[in-house]
Structure formats: C-alpha cells, structure tokens
Nanobody
Framework: QVQLVESGGGSVQSGGSLRLSCTAS????????LGWFRQAAGKEREWVTS???????YYADSVKGRFTISQDNAKNTLYLQMNSLKPEDTAMYSC??????????????WGQGTQVTVSS
C-alpha cells in the first residue's frame, strides 16, 4: 500500500506560480511511476504529467514548458512546479502512483487532491 498526501494548492492570479507537493508513505520502492492529474469542475479527469522510475518525464501539451515535475527520493516527495498559470489551469490536482518501471495510463494509488484556482 502507498499513501499519498498533496499540499501546496491555493489561489493565484493569472501568470503566477505555485508548487504542489505530494508526500508518499507506506511501501515505497524505486519501482514507481508517479504522476499528476487534474479535474476541473464539470469536466473529466485529465492527465498532466508523469515521471518514470528512471527520471524520464512526460507532459500534456497544455502544460509543456510551464509545468515541471520532479521528485526528492530522500523525502519520498513528488513536486509539481507550475509557472505562467492560466485560468484554465483551475482544477483539483491529484497525485498518483503505480508500481511499475515504466509509466502507463494506469495508476493504483491516489491522493485526495489539492485545489488550484487561477483568477484572471
């Protein structure tokens, strides 16, 4: 079992920045794919970014160049640095984990989410 807890959400004006954190506990090993998803009100959940166990990163086109995923293995913490935020980035952001060497679209473990609101 892996438990995930997000933090760092909040309200920011368009063009601003936020850094989300996701702290993992439980059975942690290096064979983990970690990702961030978001869900805006009335919309389906959307994949944002992932990081492989080897450190390779992947981004949705909508956030490429603005968001950066990273991890601190010593702290069992995943980060999402979000810059140049836009109102359309407003959503509940959740982190997810899957015990696999290479990221796929399947994630078993999910956090509760943290709200990000971007005003124009």
């Amino acid at each position: 079992q892996v438990q995930l807890v997000e933090s760092g959400g909040g309200s920011v004006q368009s063009g601003g920045s936020l850094r989300l954190s996701c702290t993992a506990s439980g059975y942690i090993n290096r064979r983990l794919c970690l990702g961030w998803f978001r869900q805006a009100a009335g919309k389906e959940r959307e994949w944002v970014t992932s990081i492989n166990s080897d450190g390779r990163t992947y981004y949705a086109d909508s956030v490429k160049g603005r968001f950066t995923i990273s991890q601190d293995n010593a702290k069992n913490t995943l980060y999402l640095q979000m810059n140049s935020l836009k109102p359309e980035d407003t959503a509940m952001y959740s982190c997810a984990a899957e015990p696999t060497w290479t990221c796929t679209r399947t994630y078993t473990y999910w956090g509760q989410g943290t709200q990000v609101t971007v005003s124009s």
